[in-house]
C-alpha cells in the first residue's frame, strides 16, 4: 500500500511540475507579447503624433499597459518562487494585486461608477496595501514571508516525514 502511495504521489508531482513549466512558459510569452506590444503603441504615438502633447486618455493607456506588465511580472516571479521553493510567495502575490489594483484605479472612468463601487475599490486597496504593509513589518522583525508551503513540504520548505498512517 506504501508504495501505491508513493508512486501516486510521484505522478502527483510530476504533474505538478510539467504544469508549473508549462505555466511559466506562457506567462514569459504573455510578458514578451505585451512589452513588445507596449513599446510599439508607445513607438507609434510619438511618430504619429502631430503636436508634442498627449492626451490623458493616451498617458492613461501607456500607464496601464506598462502596469499590466509590472502585474505578469510578478506573477512569473510567483511562479519561479513556487519553482524554486515550492512555496507561494504570499509578498509577491500581494505585490501582484497591488500593482493590478492600481492600473484599475488609474483605468477608472470615475464618471461611469457609482461612490458605493469606487468606496469598495478603494476599501480593497487599503486592505491589500495593509496586509503588504504587515507582511513587510512581520518579516523586518524575523518573520518569514513565505507562507503558504506546498504540500508534502514544512514551514521551512523541507520535506516533511511520511505519515506513519499511509
Same mark, same amino acid.
Given at each position: 500500500?506504501?508504495?501505491?502511495?508513493?508512486?501516486?504521489?510521484?505522478?502527483?508531482?510530476?504533474?505538478?511540475?510539467?504544469?508549473?513549466?508549462?505555466?511559466?512558459?506562457?506567462?514569459?510569452?504573455?510578458?514578451?507579447?505585451?512589452?513588445?506590444?507596449?513599446?510599439w503603441v508607445l513607438i507609434r504615438g510619438i511618430l504619429d503624433a502631430g503636436?508634442?502633447?498627449? @492626451?490623458?486618455?493616451?498617458?492613461?493607456?501607456?500607464?496601464?499597459?506598462?502596469?499590466?506588465?509590472?502585474?505578469?511580472?510578478?506573477?512569473?516571479?510567483?511562479?519561479?518562487?513556487?519553482?524554486?521553493?515550492?512555496?507561494?510567495?504570499?509578498?509577491?502575490?500581494?505585490?501582484?494585486?497591488?500593482?493590478?489594483?492600481?492600473?484599475?484605479?488609474?483605468?477608472?472612468?470615475?464618471?461611469?461608477?457609482?461612490g458605493l463601487a469606487i468606496l469598495g475599490l478603494a476599501a480593497l486597496l487599503?486592505?491589500?496595501?495593509?496586509?503588504?504593509?504587515?507582511?513587510?513589518?512581520?518579516? @523586518?522583525?524575523?518573520? @518569514?514571508?513565505?507562507?503558504?508551503?506546498?504540500?508534502?513540504?514544512?514551514?521551512?520548505?523541507?520535506?516533511?516525514?511520511p505519515d506513519a498512517s499511509l
Amino acid at each position: 500500500m506504501r508504495q501505491v502511495s508513493r508512486r501516486w504521489l510521484g505522478v502527483v508531482e510530476l504533474f505538478e511540475s510539467v504544469v508549473t513549466v508549462v505555466l511559466a512558459l506562457l506567462m514569459a510569452v504573455v510578458v514578451g507579447i505585451a512589452t513588445i506590444t507596449l513599446a510599439w503603441v508607445l513607438i507609434r504615438g510619438i511618430l504619429d503624433a502631430g503636436t508634442p502633447a498627449i @492626451s490623458v486618455g493616451a498617458l492613461q493607456d501607456v500607464f496601464g499597459a506598462f502596469l499590466l506588465v509590472l502585474v505578469g511580472l510578478e506573477l512569473l516571479e510567483t511562479i519561479r518562487s513556487y519553482v524554486a521553493d515550492r512555496e507561494v510567495r504570499v509578498e509577491v502575490v500581494l505585490a501582484a494585486a497591488l500593482i493590478a489594483i492600481a492600473r484599475k484605479v488609474i483605468l477608472l472612468d470615475m464618471q461611469a461608477y457609482d461612490g458605493l463601487a469606487i468606496l469598495g475599490l478603494a476599501a480593497l486597496l487599503a486592505a491589500l496595501a495593509g496586509a503588504y504593509y504587515l507582511l513587510r513589518v512581520g518579516r @523586518s522583525q524575523g518573520g @518569514s514571508a513565505k507562507m503558504l508551503a506546498a504540500p508534502g513540504t514544512g514551514p521551512d520548505g523541507a520535506e516533511e516525514a511520511p505519515d506513519a498512517s499511509l
